[in-house]
Nanobody, 124 residues
Framework: QVQLVESGGGLVQPGGSLRLSCAASGFTLAYYATGWFRQAPGKEREGVSCISSIDGSTYYADSVKGRFTLSRDNAENIVYLQMNSLKAEDTAVYYC?????????????????WGQGTQVIVSS
């Protein structure tokens, strides 16, 4: 059974850090591009970051470049999104999604599997 499960969200103060996890089961993440998206209330979904299949090259939206870092642990079949210097505008539900054998960036309508999301709230 193919499944993606996000975790690691929560409440953090501005300037703080969180690490989100996207754990896969039923398939091997190394052969899939994995993207992270976020959606804040009343706003459209936004692509945040992506890690390519095979070569592991990464892509970041300008809004998070220099603050977020994406990595993949092939042994654990998990993709991590390290989020530093968090701002109030980073508040959103964060989703991971995957598509096989692609280089990033990948249009969001081409992703095949999606997780259920994890809430991130940045507030003092």
């Amino acid at each position: 059974q193919v499944q993606l499960v996000e975790s690691g969200g929560g409440l953090v103060q501005p300037g703080g850090s969180l690490r989100l996890s996207c754990a896969a089961s039923g398939f091997t993440l190394a052969y899939y591009a994995t993207g992270w998206f976020r959606q804040a209330p009343g706003k459209e979904r936004e692509g945040v970051s992506c890690i390519s299949s095979i070569d592991g090259s990464t892509y970041y939206a300008d809004s998070v470049k220099g603050r977020f870092t994406l990595s993949r642990d092939n042994a654990e079949n998990i993709v991590y999104l390290q989020m530093n210097s968090l701002k109030a505008e980073d508040t959103a539900v964060y989703y991971c999604a995957t598509v096989p054998l692609r280089l990033c960036p990948v249009p969001d309508d081409e992703y095949e599997y999606w997780g259920q999301g994890t809430q991130v709230i940045v507030s003092s």
